[in-house]
């Protein structure tokens, strides 16, 4: 298991490099689809930003006032922010807090690590953009369990997905070989099960 020193150090360096590549946006690519349906990339990033502007009774009201349903308010959440802040305001946030210590809720330090890395690659996927290094996707992966896969919905059953780029692998069954991107993609529902070759 990675320290949680490293696992903050690879949060820090992730802001770091998502803020680099949000500077060199143009105002379509801010507006082009991510990964998230229905969201563009400037939700994207008030998502990934929003912990740093609301504490934990304005969360708490904002969950109640949605039913307790997470995905409702955090889609709420994001549309509100969208409308109030401009790009400049959202980069603005993230490039100011790239070293804070928010830790999601029974997430902890990897929780932060694994937002960020994963919205990450909402943003910048469909912008054909660089992701983030194999070895911080690895470490993603390495130190989340099964039961958090259970959460994108993606069913594992019979399936071995094993890194070409990093040690990891997930899941046990027919193997199929792909970069560690692309293993992170898959288990969080961002794209398909592939099949196993053969």
């Known amino acids: 298991m990675a320290d949680t020193g490293r696992i903050i150090a690879e949060t820090r360096a992730e802001r770091a490099r998502l803020v680099g590549i949000l500077e060199g946006l143009a105002p379509a690519q801010w507006a082009a689809p991510s990964l998230c349906d229905g969201w563009r990339v400037r939700e994207v990033v008030a998502h990934i930003t929003m912990p740093y502007r609301i504490g934990g009774l304005g969360y ?61 690659l909402d943003i910048t996927e469909p912008l054909g953009l660089p992701g983030p290094p194999a070895e911080r996707v690895a470490l993603v992966l390495a130190e989340s369990k099964a039961k958090q896969y259970a959460y994108f919905g993606v069913d594992l059953d019979g399936v071995r997905l094993e890194a070409t780029d990093a040690d990891v692998a997930i899941g046990d069954g027919r193997t199929v070989r792909m970069p560690v991107r692309d293993v992170l993609l898959v288990v969080t529902g961002r794209s398909p099960m592939p099949a196993p070759a053969g």
């Open 60 to 120: 708490l009201a904002g969950l109640a006032r949605a039913g307790f349903r997470f995905h409702v308010y955090a889609d709420r959440a994001a549309r509100a922010d969208t409308a109030r802040m401009d790009d400049a305001a959202l980069l603005a946030s993230l490039r100011d807090n790239i070293d804070h210590p928010w830790r999601p809720p029974g997430g902890g330090a990897l929780g932060a690590l694994s937002h960020d890395v994963i919205h990450g």
